[in-house]
């Protein structure tokens, strides 16, 4: 089949409208020349007229929406003889982040991490490609369910919310729409990626996430790559280094040898590992959380955040330790500066 004749769908399910300017966007990066017709969830009666179909859906308790999961389910068959993708507007991209609260182990969350749940759940699909965007939140016109939960989120042990006392709040990372659209082109339609990437952003700047309160808040500005991080519950840092994720995870192994950590694996993607490093410090066992991520809109590099949840008197040689990791990440001219 020529790829040009190939006809596919892209299929999302929204709630205040940020999954459907993305939609809308990655249609006309992906090209108005295409065959591909863009269908809110409800308005799907079958899959079989299409080569291809691409799910997205914005996010709800760490992963995508309820009537995406029965979309999936419904048309699961089809689903698995087609070229499917799955992306997913979310709050924070980082996705060597790990989110720790009552009730709930420490976990990998953010960005394609809360496309896991359904990979692990449907696995008789293959993704060609996944992709976790950000997302956009005007919170003066939430729900009163949704405005309960940004409340918890802030008051949860995750590092620096972006959104915190802001009345519109963004975290679309251009760069990652972009990506995720030049895979649908190169391993579905073998077209060459797009250049011109950078005109079709009028989707991005649409709705202008300014501050109610303050309209120098024009948009939302990513925090360092180098972020750190020291509290009553968490001690955080984070590092960019050049490379691979192999090189990453094989740094992190010489890291955990030269100190006695134990390296658990918790999770392998594609794109990031997960490790338990387990230590005893003074007579009690101690876990550091470590994760190697590669990120879409920085080619060429890993990043990798080093934490431990433990209270700050009891987790000094934690904190040695993940300062001894940094040296070894850092070594021969591996830090990347900048933000």
Not at 128 to 153: C, E, Q, Y
Request: glycine letters at 6%; charged letters at 30%; hydrophobic letters at 35%.
């Amino acid at each position: 089949m020529n790829p040009s004749t190939k006809k596919g769908l892209l299929v999302y399910d929204t709630i205040y409208g940020s999954t459907t300017e993305v939609a809308y966007w990655l249609k006309a990066l992906i090209g108005e020349d295409q065959q591909l017709d863009v269908k809110r969830i409800c308005q799907v009666l079958t899959v079989k007229l299409y080569d291809y179909v691409i799910v997205g859906s914005n996010t709800r308790n760490e992963k995508l929406t309820t009537p995406v999961y029965k979309f999936v389910e419904k048309y699961l068959d089809d689903l698995s003889q087609k070229e499917v993708a799955y992306f997913i507007n979310c709050g924070k991209t980082d996705e060597t982040m790990i989110l720790k609260y009552a009730g709930k182990p420490a976990h990998l969350a953010s960005g394609r991490n809360f496309l896991l749940d359904i990979l692990e759940k449907f696995p008789a699909i293959k993704p060609v490609a996944i992709g976790g965007v950000g997302g956009r939140h005007a919170p003066p016109i939430l729900n009163t369910k949704d405005s309960f939960f940004m409340w918890i989120l802030e008051k949860m042990s995750i590092e620096g919310l972006p959104w915190e006392g802001y009345d519109i709040w963004e975290s679309v990372i251009p760069e990652r729409v972009e990506t995720f659209a030049n895979e649908i082109r190169e391993k579905i339609l073998s077209l060459p990626p797009r250049q011109d990437v950078e005109k079709y952003r009028g989707y991005w700047n649409s709705l202008q996430p300014a501050s109610l309160s303050d309209q120098s808040k024009v948009k939302f500005t990513p925090k360092p790559y180098t972020e750190q991080q020291s509290t009553k519950r968490e001690f955080y840092k984070r590092s960019r280094i050049k490379g691979n994720l192999d090189g990453a995870i094989s740094l992190l192994k010489t890291w955990g040898k030269q100190e006695g950590l134990d390296l658990k694996e918790q999770k392998r993607t594609i794109y990031n590992i997960y490790f338990h490093a387990v230590k005893t410090y003074n007579g009690k066992e101690l876990t550091i959380h470590a994760v190697a991520s590669t990120l879409p809109e920085d080619p060429g590099n890993v990043h990798i955040s080093l934490r431990s949840f433990d209270k700050p008197d009891k987790r000094k040689g934690a904190e040695e330790d993940i300062a001894r990791a940094e040296a070894i990440l850092w070594a021969e001219g591996r830090k990347v500066e900048g933000r």
